[in-house]
């Protein structure tokens, strides 16, 4: 086994019993050996419930990070997540998306330095999201076309077929794929070399945009690993998008490779601890 390890970086708002899906699906792994790390952006007390009782249950540690509602403030709490994690290879997924039993696997497999790595997911409809169970996911069941093809729509549906072998020219062909922020990875030092999410971006979107050309800036260049990286994403409703046409073009268009408020601040620490950390920052 590979002496590096992985921190598996999941962004949480609310939605318990959705994250409680997500957790069961960490457990049925094929590749177990990851920390994981809940970048939890202003979640009511339920959720460092979940956490703990799945520590308890799965008798892995678990660190969450935490700071207070102020709106969507998701490149602030996911950097004090990385900060804060100990891997050296970085897996990003949200707290709504339900892993096929291969998922962590596949991104390590794929792994390169200066590469990162990025998925897509299916879309479940709201019917299924309401009656899919824990042990729809424990017994796999969740990962059979048959079981969601009809609750998901037509454009999502190949990104729920599993075909690592494509890998070779769907991954290869296109050095500049978007990134995704619930499914993608990269090295911790290649994350670091562009200070992380750029946490002057508040509001729903273009985090993940500005992220990928600063990433393209720096020399990394980022890969599609999809239909091999599966997930099934529960329907949620969204914020509006607080964006104005020139705040896109300037996060979207940034010729910087450095956030300037990102990961690295002058008080920044990394830990180790047992069971859960949560952490008001």
């Given at each position: 086994?590979?002496?590096?390890s992985i921190s598996l970086i999941v962004a949480v708002y609310e939605r318990a019993r959705v994250l409680e899906l997500v957790l069961a699906s960490l457990e049925q792994q094929s590749f177990s050996n990851f920390e994981v790390v809940l970048a939890d952006d202003g979640s009511s007390p339920e959720i460092a419930s979940i956490a703990n009782d799945w520590v308890?249950?799965?008798?892995?540690?678990?660190?969450?990070?935490?700071?207070?509602?102020?709106?969507?403030?998701?490149?602030?709490?996911?950097?004090?997540?990385?900060?804060?994690?100990?891997?050296?290879?970085?897996?990003?997924?949200?707290?709504?998306?339900?892993?096929?039993?291969?998922?962590?696997?596949?991104?390590?497999?794929?792994?390169?330095?200066?590469?990162?790595?990025?998925?897509?997911?299916?879309?479940?409809?709201?019917?299924?999201?309401?009656?899919?169970?824990?042990?729809?996911?424990?017994?796999?069941?969740?990962?059979?076309?048959?079981?969601?093809?009809?609750?998901?729509?037509?454009?999502?549906?190949?990104?729920?077929?599993?075909?690592?072998?494509?890998?070779?020219?769907?991954?290869?062909?296109?050095?500049?794929?978007?990134?995704?922020?619930?499914?993608?990875?990269?090295?911790?030092?290649?994350?670091?070399?562009?200070?992380?999410?750029?946490?002057?971006?508040?509001?729903?979107?273009?985090?993940?945009?500005?992220?990928?050309?600063?990433?393209?800036?720096?020399?990394?260049?980022?890969?599609?690993?999809?239909?091999?990286?599966?997930?099934?994403?529960?329907?949620?409703?969204?914020?509006?998008?607080?964006?104005?046409?020139?705040?896109?073009?300037?996060?979207?268009?940034?010729?910087?490779?450095?956030?300037?408020?990102?990961?690295?601040?002058?008080?920044?620490?990394?830990?180790?601890?047992?069971?859960?950390?949560?952490?008001?920052?």
């Amino acid at each position: 086994m590979s002496e590096e390890s992985i921190s598996l970086i999941v962004a949480v708002y609310e939605r318990a019993r959705v994250l409680e899906l997500v957790l069961a699906s960490l457990e049925q792994q094929s590749f177990s050996n990851f920390e994981v790390v809940l970048a939890d952006d202003g979640s009511s007390p339920e959720i460092a419930s979940i956490a703990n009782d799945w520590v308890e249950r799965a008798g892995r540690p678990v660190r969450h990070i935490w700071h207070e509602d102020k709106g969507f403030r998701k490149t602030i709490v996911v950097n004090q997540a990385v900060a804060k994690s100990t891997g050296d290879y970085l897996i990003f997924i949200d707290g709504d998306c339900i892993l096929h039993h291969r998922f962590v696997e596949r991104h390590f497999a794929r792994r390169r330095r200066g590469r990162a790595l990025s998925g897509r997911r299916v879309m479940l409809d709201a019917a299924l999201t309401a009656r899919v169970t824990l042990d729809d996911v424990r017994s796999r069941r969740i990962e059979r076309p048959s079981f969601w093809w009809r609750h998901a729509p037509a454009h999502d549906r190949r990104n729920g077929v599993y075909v690592p072998a494509a890998f070779g020219w769907r991954g290869g062909f296109n050095p500049r794929y978007e990134i995704l922020g619930c499914n993608f990875s990269l090295y911790r030092g290649d994350f670091l070399k562009v200070n992380g999410y750029d946490e002057r971006i508040v509001g729903r979107g273009m985090e993940d945009v500005n992220l990928r050309t600063r990433l393209l800036n720096s020399g990394v260049s980022v890969h599609s690993i999809s239909q091999e990286a599966l997930q099934f994403h529960c329907q949620h409703g969204n914020d509006g998008f607080p964006h104005d046409p020139e705040a896109v073009e300037r996060w979207r268009d940034t010729k910087e490779i450095r956030a300037p408020r990102g990961v690295i601040k002058s008080s920044s620490t990394r830990g180790r601890t047992a069971g859960v950390l949560r952490c008001a920052e």
